[in-house]
């Protein structure tokens, strides 16, 4: 019989024939039970395996599962997360630089002098290219003094600007085409983002804007004297009112964009005011106030 013959490899297969021991380039017969026991053998040892890695999957996928969520390295061809600060104003730049018809952005926190730097010159640029522009910030921006100088340029070029004392998500969106917002995960990075050009998602994420934005108050900057008071008046509540629903400094602070030291200041001017010495003293004097208020009414 031929080497190459289909014949001897159809026997080859089933083990019905090996190389011989004195001549390696004979075959010799193998006893058909032989060649059955050691297939049978063989079948079994693979069910075996394919058995135990199948029992292992549940448990392995689980914990891949487990730590695929909590990395946020979920993403699709239109979606991706940026996890660093200087790759996302590196993105948004990039965006900002297409965009045609309109940019929509929400700020719900305190914005540093070198971040409106960046975004005034960045802004500017596309607001001169006759594009639209929409941004919410937080009621104690009105106090800044950078981001005062930002809306009183920026509303000059054709910008509108509200503030809003309440919470809401930070955003920017780029002619309904670019979605930028952060990441809601464990142990994200605390300046990375998604970035998603879905058009579901970026039409979901501009929803959320619309029903914000009618809520705001507007930024006049020719008015600014006394928008910071109306702004601080309403800082305050927002602290007096958090204050009374028993959250903690920590808490507070951030909720109403203000930083450590500017809370600290603000609850010092809040219980001069109330004349109390502590917090829940303070807490106890607004609740009186309130109740008094409603009476009166």
């Known amino acids: 019989m031929d080497a190459d ?5 159809e026997l ?4 019905l024939v090996r190389r011989g021991y004195l001549d390696p380039g004979a075959f010799m017969a193998v006893a058909p039970w032989d060649a059955e026991s050691d297939l049978l053998a063989a079948e079994l040892q693979r069910m075996r395996h394919s058995l135990a890695r199948m029992g292992a999957l549940p448990t392995v996928m689980a914990k891949a599962n487990e ?3 909590a990395g946020g390295y979920y993403t699709s061809t239109r979606t991706r997360i940026i996890e660093n600060r200087e790759e996302v104003n590196a993105a948004i730049g990039r965006a900002f630089e297409g965009a045609r018809e309109e940019v929509i952005t929400a700020q719900p926190g305190s914005r540093t002098r070198t971040a409106m730097s960046v975004a005034g010159a960045r802004d500017t640029a596309v607001l001169q290219r ?3 522009m929409r941004t919410l910030y937080h009621p104690s921006s009105r106090s800044s003094g950078h981001v005062q100088r930002y809306v009183k340029t920026t509303t000059g070029l054709g910008a509108q600007v509200r503030t809003l004392g309440r919470d809401f998500p930070r955003m920017v969106l780029v002619d309904s085409r670019d979605a930028f917002f952060a990441i809601q995960l464990p142990g994200a990075p605390a300046h990375g983002a998604v ?3 879905d058009p579901v998602i970026v039409a979901w994420i501009r929803s959320i804007f619309d029903a914000f934005w009618p809520l705001g108050e507007v930024w006049d900057p020719s008015a600014q004297t006394p928008g910071v008071a109306a702004a601080n008046t309403e800082t305050k509540r927002m602290i007096l009112q958090l204050l009374g629903e028993g959250h903690a400094q920590k808490v507070i602070g951030p909720r109403v964009g203000l930083s450590k030291s500017g809370i600290d200041k603000a609850l ?5 005011d109330f004349d109390a010495t502590s917090l829940f003293q303070l807490g106890m004097k607004w609740r009186e106030a309130q109740r008094a208020e409603a009476d009166a009414t």
């Open 130 to 132: 006759g594009v639209a």
């Open 195 to 197: 970035h998603t050009t």
């Open 5 to 9: 013959s289909p014949e001897l490899a």
């Open 268 to 272: 010092a001017e809040l219980k001069r």
């Open 67 to 69: 730590v695929f969520a």
């Open 12 to 15: 080859k297969h089933y083990g």
